[in-house]
């Protein structure tokens, strides 16, 4: 069975950091794509970043781009998100979800349960 | 960025009513589209891939058609079950992006 496990989501002030961990069981993990999308309090999904099997190429969306940082450790089966310079708009709920063979352009399969980062003094 | 609209934002329908969403890409996506619902509190499911398959596990009364930029996702004989937010995906390029979501209600 598929399980994604996210954590690491908190309170945090404005111009603080966190760093969310997703960990992945009940499939190959390296040989699938992962991705992580947002859900903000009432509102809707919003894609943010994603990340090759490998870990060699990483893609984000233009409101976290050189804030947020995607990376893998397909030894330990996770993937991550560093948030740096958190805002009060990246207050939301964070999903990772995983993708397919073929990159991060895909459909996504199984979704985590998601972890809420609140932004706020 | 490719744009989704979707629509409606809401409808209320009866059990055993068959409602149709659709969803507008602003650039021709081919069949790069997906259908996800969202119950209250939980994460997003997968029902449609690529357009018009069923994704494993998914009543066959959800369907979806379409190519290019102009896609449709249907309920069949609606279920009390189905009360949940839609929403549709595109993965034809990045940004991945979904249209704002189709509030789903039962009358």
């Known amino acids: 069975e598929v399980q994604l496990l996210e954590s690491g989501g908190d309170l945090e002030q404005p111009g603080g950091s966190l760093r969310l961990s997703c960990a992945a069981s009940g499939f190959t993990f390296s040989g699938y794509a992962m991705t992580w999308v947002r859900q903000a309090p009432g509102k809707g999904l919003e894609w943010v970043s994603a990340i090759t099997q490998s870990g060699n190429a990483t893609y984000y969306a233009d409101s976290v781009k050189g804030r947020f940082s995607i990376s893998r450790d397909n030894s330990k089966n996770t993937v991550y998100l560093l948030m740096n310079n958190l805002r009060a708009d990246d207050t939301a709920v964070y999903y990772c979800a995983k993708g397919s063979l073929w990159g991060p352009k895909s459909p996504l399969d199984y979704w985590g349960q998601g972890t809420l980062v609140t932004v706020s003094s | 960025d490719i744009q989704m609209t979707q629509s409606p934002s809401s409808l209320s329908a009866s059990v055993g009513d068959r409602v149709t969403i659709t969803c507008q890409a602003s650039h021709d996506i081919s069949k790069s589209l997906n259908w996800y619902q969202q119950k209250p509190g939980k994460a997003p499911n997968l029902l449609i891939y690529d357009a018009s398959s069923l994704q494993t596990g998914v009543p066959s009364r959800f369907s979806g058609s379409g190519s290019g930029t102009e896609f449709t996702f249907a309920i069949n004989n609606l279920q009390p079950e189905d009360i949940a937010t839609y929403y549709c995906?595109?993965?034809?390029?990045?940004?991945?992006?979904f249209g704002q979501g189709t509030r789903l209600e039962i009358k």
């Open positions: 995906q595109q993965y034809d390029d990045l940004p991945i992006t």
